[in-house]
């Protein structure tokens, strides 16, 4: 395996690592607050569709990211009043958010477009994001082993790839260094104790959801119109449960959220671009790639290599006292 | 006392939701410019009115008789599967293998050994998961989504590389041989003088899954392990001053959960395809979890809820056929099931009891 074929691997790993980066953050929001939250997948389908629709309706990316979030946070919204106003499963409210999407999505797409659930594609300057040059890449790309690395793994990308890579210290900043962050991460222990300090606590659930919609949003524009020119039915494909499961790889902390969803792109990366792995001795066949990052995940809820322990008041409605 | 009565719980409420579900479904329809009333009356027409339109709408509730009562006999534990899928995808191959390995001489000890082989296969599927629970405490609503895309993979690798027969292209197993072909509706009907629709689907494994029903019912509301399965459900403290083990109810319960989840396998794998193809459970794991909350765990219930399910699976699809609405209409209305009848229940509890409280005070 030459340099080359390295950067290309890692290269299509930051493009597959963003979706899953975006969607584990916006489960760490949520589930941090205490709103288990397994329906990151229906968010992301949604919002795919609607920015795929709206951008190849208007033309505009922006249009379409915009509609991407909103129908996203109305997802959200639903999820919050269910499991927040209507204190009921919060996994149950999950499953329906992932069936509604995956059902309204094609529905709404035959519907406009009449294509069998799919949106007319949609180009560079007509609805899809397009790569950004980062500044000298051109001029630096000559250079032996920093260039390839800046210009092709840097730099190239679409902008929600910076965006999610940005989301990481923005997230750790809100979390460990404002007054917000202390408090959702305590709403996700012991809301007793937020409501005790007369903070309220299903207003601080609302906000995680919904910047837990707001994240999902561009999660699902960035596969539909950055990734890939157009949605089409079923798209996200799993990664919405795969974001999850980095998410308690990750055991709940942003910069790990990172290292996780690189890892679990660059396992995508590796299957996509190879089928079975010759390792000499024996095959690795792909389909234990596409495995692996639930069974790593199971194993690390296993217990086995470091206890992945969920925030404490995650999955159960708070109930004031009366 | 009571908030409400009973039967407002176990009828009024399911009901209820129902009806919001519909009602919302039908604005759907609405909103993508078709005629609600004409879409029921062509689900009714072509899931109801032939014994050819029966015959898959049996065929339907025959599957989600099998996944709805094993969400429901894991929730009796208040343990929540959403494994049914993987495991029904294990039932299959644990059907494949015992209708391709062995020569049967004749159905009936075929379709015992396939029952067996897809109890055991199901069960092993749910075994891990139900073991990290129980032992090690990880959630097991996580470890069976995870556990169903490590079975889709499994499967994917076996179909392939395995027991697809050699020279063909489709990710399939081979055919079963004759002699394991169950005896489908009209085969059994004709006997008895009844025509029966002859290419529907639905065989004597619909009998199967009426059984199932019945004998989950003996076991959970008859039965001492029942008794212990519901008490943990109800309270696990409780449960552990009355001396039961936490970890063997939770292994027990997501054992036969698992194992009923893969018997579905022999009615679409067995009775329906009669070979294994990659998409077998064609999502029949999840609708299991909109009919237990349906049916409200109740083996009668899911029952019902089976059929009702079953009409909309066979009916949704006539409608793809003959109108613009797509099959999805179908995943929409599940959605809307599971939202109202699970995660939305206080929302049509809450005023329920309301409205039952002051019928009680003023008749006091």
């Known amino acids: 395996m030459d340099f080359q074929t390295i950067i290309q691997i890692l290269d299509s790993t930051v493009r597959l690592a963003t979706p899953l ?141 910076y965006v999610a890579l940005l989301a990481v210290p923005g997230t750790w900043w809100l979390l460990y260094r404002t007054r917000f962050g202390l408090r959702l991460r305590a709403v996700g222990e012991n809301p007793a104790a937020v409501d005790t300090a007369g903070v309220s606590v299903v207003g601080l659930r609302y906000a995680a959801v919904l910047i837990c919609g707001v994240l999902c949003g561009i999660a699902g524009a960035y596969l539909a119109t950055a990734l890939q020119a157009g949605f089409v039915k079923d798209m996200t494909a799993g990664r919405g449960f795969i974001a999850l499961a980095a998410l308690i790889f990750a055991k709940w902390r942003p910069w790990h959220a990172l290292w996780a969803c690189l890892l679990f792109g660059f396992l995508q990366a590796i299957a996509l671009r190879y089928q079975n792995i010759d390792l000499g001795a024996f095959v690795v066949p792909v389909q234990f790639m596409d495995a692996l990052p639930y069974i790593l995940t199971v194993v690390i809820l296993a217990g086995f290599v470091g206890k992945a322990i969920p925030p404490r008041a995650g999955g159960e409605p708070y109930v004031k006292e009366r | 006392m009571e908030k409400m009565p009973h039967w407002a719980d176990v009828v009024l409420i399911p009901l209820i939701s129902l009806i919001l579900a519909a009602v919302l479904s039908a604005l759907v329809i609405l909103a993508i410019g078709e005629d609600p009333i004409a879409a029921v009356q062509l689900m009714v027409q072509g899931a109801l009115g032939s014994t050819y ?222 070979r294994l193809v990659l998409n077998a459970t064609e999502g029949a794991g999840f609708i299991g979890i909109a009919v237990a909350l349906m049916g409200r765990s109740h083996p009668f219930g899911v029952f019902l809820a089976a059929l009702l399910f079953g009409f909309l699976y066979q009916g949704g699809a006539e409608l793809a056929l003959w109108t613009s609405i797509p099959r999805e209409l179908i995943v929409v209305i599940q959605a809307l099931v599971i939202l109202f009848t699970g995660a939305l229940d206080n929302m049509v509890r809450m005023p329920l009891e309301k409205l039952f409280l002051r019928l009680n005070r003023g008749r006091s």
């Open chain 2, 53 to 274: 339109g029966w015959g898959y709408t049996l065929y339907y509730a025959t599957n989600f008789m099998f996944t709805g009562l094993a969400v429901a006999v894991a929730f009796h534990a208040r343990l929540f599967n959403i494994g049914g899928e993987g495991q029904a995808m294990l039932g299959g191959l644990g059907v494949a293998l015992v209708c391709l390995m062995i020569p049967w001489p004749h159905w009936s000890m075929a379709l015992i050994a396939a029952i067996l082989g897809s109890m055991a296969f199901g069960a092993l599927w749910a075994a891990i998961p139900a073991y990290l629970q129980a032992k090690r405490g990880s959630h097991i609503v996580i470890t069976t989504i995870m556990f169903n895309f490590i079975a889709a993979a499994v499967l994917n690798y076996v179909l392939v590389n395995l027991l697809r027969p050699q020279g063909s292209m489709d990710p399939a197993t081979a055919r079963f041989p004759e002699t394991v072909h169950l005896p489908t509706l009209h085969e059994m009907l004709a006997p008895l003088g009844i025509a029966f629709s002859r290419t529907a689907p639905v065989n004597i494994s619909l009998l199967v899954a009426i059984a199932a029903c019945v004998l989950v019912w003996v076991l959970i509301w008859r039965t001492r392990l029942g008794y212990e399965i519901r008490a943990y459900g109800h309270s696990e403290t409780g449960a552990l001053y009355a001396g039961i083990s936490p970890v063997k109810i939770t292994m027990i319960a997501m054992l036969i959960s698992g194992a009923l989840a893969g018997m579905m396998a022999i009615n679409n794998v067995m009775g329906e395809a009669e």
């Open chain 1, 21 to 161: 980066l975006l969607a584990c953050l916006a489960g760490l929001y949520s589930e941090r607050a205490g709103i288990f939250d397994i329906g990151l997948e229906g968010k992301m389908l949604m919002a795919a569709f609607a920015s795929a629709a709206v951008a190849a309706l208007t033309g505009s990316v922006w249009m379409g990211l915009l509609a991407g979030i909103a129908s996203s946070v109305a997802l959200s919204g639903l999820h919050g009043l269910a499991s927040i106003t209507f204190r009921g499963n919060q996994l149950i409210s999950g499953v329906a958010i992932n069936f509604l999407a995956a059902g309204l999505t094609v529905l709404i797409a035959q519907d406009l477009f009449q294509q069998g659930g799919r949106t007319p594609p949609v180009s560079f300057g007509e609805g899809r994001f397009a790569p950004i040059e980062l500044p000298f890449a051109e001029t630096i790309a000559t250079v032996p082993f920093v260039g390839p690395i800046y210009a092709e793994l840097l730099s190239g990308h679409s902008i929600l790839v």
